[in-house]
């Protein structure tokens, strides 16, 4: 199966180059030529299989460069670097409602569950293109994907990886965790700005020729390990596929049933991911798209206007406070009848004025399959506080918005399809505040919250944030984001030298 560019359609690469590059050379994003369906009889077998198995049943649906037994080599050291049994585990809060925990692997949130996969990908993807240069991986984070790719691609052979992170955009313990990362090809930078600023330098970077030649010239190529690439996303894939198997397997649904997916969303990967899932044969009744008051989703999905143009808030859900969401454009693609002239233009368009439009018919397309809805500040916190009451259950920020947008939900439509509230991290990344939210105390200090927070819930510290304390930090480096050029460039020759 070859991958189109969102932008040109002429440009087809293999599944192994889409993960090199990360990015087009047009500025689009790949997307596969077709979506592999699942029938009922591969859904039988899967139901069967351990995690490992079913993700490389899916990724060798799409990675035809690769071979399942590859790919189950892969799958099965990624995954076992997650703690406990089931990587992702499906838990029955209530009836009817169940959270899918993404949050079992090295850095306690979901974005584990594609970036310890990648490095494999990537790693096998240069030997199969034959590339030759360094593989330079550039991130630009809003806290869990840093933390994730450093984790994921410290001391991977062939390649470096250079962070950089709003300085005051983050949570102090998704700080704490960066800046205190091992490895000897990583780099961790802070820049004074927010996410949004840190990507466009970053996407800048990628689109810059002359970049890329100075790059070239001391060794390295880029690739990206934001959820632009395919890498990323189509791992993400495969745990909405085995959580409809596990809702299967529980006597729960019946194949061929409906379920909703309530995803908490920034770039738009994650809930994309879901979308591609209902592609190849996951019963999906709604995806139900949950933000916080940067809202720029929900109002996109009400009116067809895609506007930037509005104030940035940081939130107690940092890892969504984003205005320019990447993945919609692989989203709009299909829903454009994969016109890549006229997503061309809209990205222009937002390059440009900061803003696009869709049409009527594109927008009801969308709200057939897609819901929407925003959780502010309190609303999140409350919900955070009611759900340990209620359920007994400790989430995170992101989660309990996710949750209070399923609320807004089931409150308008009383629509009782089985949903599957989608969990992306671990309460303890977020000890001041969902502190806050059960005890009405604030704690300034991450490491007092985190005892706080487990004195009053019992909920164990997971152990990569239980030993941060032990940890030294190596990088405290701030630099303005007109800056971040240099700073790689910078990077490349020292370690040429
Ligand atoms: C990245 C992230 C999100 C947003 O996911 P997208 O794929 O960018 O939409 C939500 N919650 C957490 C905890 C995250 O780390």
């Keep these: 199966m070859k991958y189109i560019s969102t932008r040109n ?4 690469v ?3 180059q889409a993960i090199v590059n990360g990015l087009s050379n047009d500025g689009g994003l790949f997307v596969p030529e077709t979506f592999p369906k699942l029938e ?5 077998k ?4 351990s995690y490992p198995e079913r993700a490389a049943k899916v990724l060798s649906m799409y990675l035809d460069d ?16 997650f703690y406990g049994e089931d990587p992702c585990p499906l838990v029955n809060i209530d009836d009817g409602l169940y959270v899918l925990e993404l949050w079992h692997g090295p850095t306690c949130a979901f974005k584990d569950m594609a970036l310890t996969m990648l490095p494999h990908l990537l790693s ?15 991130v630009a984070t809003s806290g869990d994907t840093g933390k994730a790719a450093l984790e994921g691609f410290k001391d991977v052979e062939g390649t470096d990886i250079i962070v950089f992170y709003p300085s005051e955009g983050v949570s102090d313990m998704q700080k704490l965790q960066m800046m205190t990362q091992e490895g000897e090809n990583v780099f961790v930078c802070a820049i004074e700005g927010n996410f949004d600023d840190a990507q466009s330098a970053v996407k800048t970077i990628f689109n810059d020729k002359d970049m890329q030649d100075k790059l070239l010239a001391n060794g390295y190529k880029l690739s990206s390990a934001n959820s632009i690439n395919w890498g990323r996303l189509a791992p993400q894939i495969a745990y909405y596929v085995s959580a409809y198997c596990d809702m299967i397997s529980s006597g729960k649904i019946e194949y061929g049933d409906k379920v909703n997916f309530c995803v908490p969303s920034g770039n738009f990967g994650n809930i994309l991911a879901a979308y591609y899932a209902s592609l190849m044969g996951v019963g999906v009744n709604k995806l139900i798209c949950a933000s916080n008051v940067n809202n720029v989703l929900t109002d996109f999905f009400n009116t067809g206007e895609y506007n930037t143009h509005r104030d940035f808030h940081k939130t107690v859900s940092p890892s ?7 993945n919609l454009e692989r989203l709009l693609f299909e829903f454009c009848g994969r016109d890549d002239k006229l997503m061309s233009e809209r990205m222009n368009s937002l390059k440009k004025e900061g803003k696009y439009n869709v049409s009527v018919d594109e927008l009801n397309k969308l709200n057939r399959i897609f819901a929407v809805g925003y959780a502010t500040e309190e609303d999140t916190l409350s919900v955070i506080d009611s759900s340990l009451e209620v359920y007994d259950y400790l989430m995170d920020t992101h989660t309990a918005v996710a949750t209070s947008v399923y ?3 089931y409150d308008t439509t009383d629509d009782q399809t089985p949903t599957v509230i989608v969990s992306t991290a671990n309460a303890y990344k977020f000890p001041c505040d969902v502190y806050k939210a059960i005890a009405d105390e604030y704690v300034e200090d991450a490491k007092k919250a985190t005892k706080k927070l487990f004195s009053f819930s019992g909920e164990e510290v997971p152990v990569p944030l239980a030993d941060l304390d032990k940890k030294q930090i190596r990088f405290t480096k701030i630099i303005n984001k007109a800056n971040i050029a240099d700073e790689v460039l910078n990077y490349t020759t020292l370690e040429k030298k």
Excluded: N, V, W
């Design 46 to 49: 899967l139901i069967e299989m």
């Design 320 to 326: 969504m406070d984003i205005l320019i969401s990447s």
């Design 14 to 16: 293999t599944s192994a």
């Design 407 to 409: 609320y807004d939900y």
């Design 40 to 44: 009922k009889e591969d859904f039988d």
């Design 124 to 138: 096998a993807a240069r030997k199969k293109t034959g590339e030759t240069s360094k593989t330079l991986i550039l």
């Design 9 to 12: 359609k002429e440009i087809k």
């Design 66 to 81: 690769f071979s399942y037994e590859e790919l189950l080599d892969y799958t099965t050291k990624a995954y076992s670097r």
